[in-house]
């Protein structure tokens, strides 16, 4: 594959490096990270009515949310988890789980990329490699437990199938294959990729790529195989047979309206606002699909890629609610639609100057689209886990306080809201066995009564600045007499801040990103780098701001 082959390597690589620096989850991601945790501990129930079963030990029992969701994609990293589990028992677990979920998607863009290489070149492919790697979003989710993410390796893989093949009878499989798949990861995962499904079959129609009987045979088919694999999981998972998890949110998010609840955006928002940040540089957008679809040797091409996705995007813009991620699968052919605009003006730059000061302002685009998403976006968002951070560093604190194993056991841990939405997850808690005990208890009147305060060695609420937490208040009230002492703070990400001349630069969100990475010998570095640019910008700087998010307490008991 010559330079795209070496190119390629940056998706495993930046993928990997973004779960390093940020190796938390979130309250969106928190269905499938514990479900991954409590495959690996438990397994899959045996029957689809376990009498045996402990449901204490799964937390989808405890926690269920307002719709199932499937376990599929928590089945899988589990499984492949095992062999290296095996090698190694003592190796982060969470990290594992979400390492393998990345290289999964970072080999589906490799595949990607090959394909573009099979089909419009060496140029198209290097160029797709350096626009899709500067995109934030797509990187730093890549690896992140998200029902959209376990799709999206599936539907990337599908998209490559559909790059025209010179071969029409070999094009006709690759087709077929691809409709299986993306019904396959619609009926698993997400409902919406129906509408991507409808799209590029009607486009393949149209075009005569493929027939209406292999169309319907391939609906059917991928149709009938992703009801085998989530109804014979997921009944297993939640003990309940038949249950289809995606029809199941199908019915409560979109002809219930439900999730009109999370919020709402206008229709033009996925095109006006989703697309564009997800694809980070504005030249893609500005010049570079413009381009592919001006000239008449890439228009083609240009039009196969862009008119199912959009479309997609059309049709589902309807939906009231709308998320970025709802999307994501549309941007390797954006992306590919862009490479092919950017490929045109690089081979052209000797001959037009309007290409060589087009193929200039590129390179200096990607650049800075490449720094924007190492550089600020992703310390920006590593600081936006204080719970899983504040959990970490109980524990480390309380590893010290009690070297001597002086403490009684068991440790009893209160878990408030915000921590458990920003980090903590049964992969960052310490087994059962090891003496701790958490308690995510979210009931007001339990919360007020002196005998739920008066078990907990540790509390973790949330760091309010002037306002005070609603649980510390009733802790207060509960317990007026007894004494907590503060023994962790955590900050978050409160936005960017702009240095004037002669305002110090305290770096901290930046420091603990490259510390993470490169070390102190790294974090000396940048400081050194800082210094020097602020004087060439005559002490102008932007940094990441922080305020205290999520504290720890420890009751300070009589002797």
Wanted: charge should be positive; charged fraction near 15%.
């Amino acid at each position: 594959m010559g330079y795209a082959f070496m190119l390629v390597l940056l998706f495993p690589a930046l993928i990997i490096l973004h779960l390093f620096v940020a190796p938390y989850t979130k309250v969106e991601e928190s269905f499938h990270v514990q479900a991954v945790h409590d495959i690996l501990a438990n397994g899959l129930p045996k029957a689809f009515n376990d009498l045996h079963l402990n449901r204490d030990d799964y937390d989808h029992f405890s926690f269920p949310g307002a719709v199932p969701r499937s376990a599929v994609g928590a089945a899988t990293l589990a499984m492949l988890s095992k062999p290296v589990l095996w090698l190694n028992e003592g190796i982060n677990r969470q990290l594992l789980a979400r390492a393998i979920l990345g290289l999964l998607n970072a080999s589906s863009l490799a595949v990607y990329a090959s394909g573009l290489r099979r089909t419009f070149g060496q140029p198209v492919a290097i160029w797709y490699i350096l626009l899709q790697a500067s995109q934030f979003h797509l990187i730093y989710y890549a690896s992140r437990p998200l029902s959209n993410m376990f799709a999206f390796s599936i539907t990337t893989l599908a998209l490559r199938l559909l790059l025209p093949n010179p071969l029409p009878l070999h094009n006709q499989k690759q087709v077929s294959l691809a409709l299986i798949l993306l019904t396959i990861a619609g009926v698993i995962f997400r409902s919406e990729l129906a509408l991507l499904v409808g799209t590029q079959t009607l486009y393949l129609l149209l075009t005569s790529r493929i027939t209406l009987k292999t169309a319907i045979t391939s609906g059917l088919t991928g149709l009938a195989t992703g009801l085998l694999i989530t109804i014979t999981i997921d009944s297993l998972f939640w003990q309940r047979f038949p249950l289809w998890p995606e029809f199941s949110a199908f019915r409560f998010n979109v002809l219930a309206g439900q999730s009109s609840q999370w919020g709402t955006h206008p229709y033009t928002f996925y095109f006006v606002n989703a697309i564009p940040r997800l694809l980070a540089n504005p030249l893609v957008y500005t010049l570079l699909i413009p381009t592919a679809i001006r000239q008449p040797a890439t228009r083609s091409a240009a039009l196969a890629l862009l008119i199912p996705a959009l479309s997609f995007v059309a049709l589902y813009s309807f939906q009231p609610h709308k998320e970025w991620r709802f999307i994501v699968y549309i941007i390797p052919s954006l992306t590919a639609t862009a490479a092919l605009g950017a490929a045109y003006l690089w081979n052209h730059r000797k001959r037009s100057l309007f290409a060589r000061l087009a193929t200039r302002a590129l390179v200096v685009s990607t650049l800075c689209a490449f720094a924007l998403s190492n550089l600020v976006l992703l310390p920006a968002s590593a600081a936006n886990y204080p719970g899983g951070q504040a959990l970490d560093a109980l524990h480390a604190r309380h590893d010290v306080l009690y070297s001597d194993g002086n403490l009684e056991l068991p440790v009893n841990v209160y878990l408030g809201n915000l921590a458990c939405q920003t980090g903590i997850t049964r992969f960052v808690q310490r087994e059962p066995g090891t003496g701790w005990v958490y308690d995510k208890t979210e009931d007001k009147a339990v919360k007020a009564t002196r005998n739920f305060w008066e078990q907990f060695e540790y509390v973790v609420f949330e760091a309010g600045g002037e306002s005070v937490d609603i649980d510390e208040t009733s802790l207060r009230l509960a317990l007026p007499e007894s004494v907590w002492e503060r023994v962790v703070v955590v900050d978050a990400f409160a936005g960017v801040e702009v240095l004037k001349p002669g305002v110090s630069a305290l770096g901290s969100a930046e420091r603990r990103v490259i510390g993470a990475v490169f070390g102190e010998t790294g974090v000396e570095m940048f400081e050194g780098l800082r210094e020097y640019l602020r004087r060439v910008l005559r002490g102008w700087w932007v940094e990441v701001r922080m305020r205290p998010r999520v504290k720890v307490l420890r009751r300070v008991r009589e002797l």
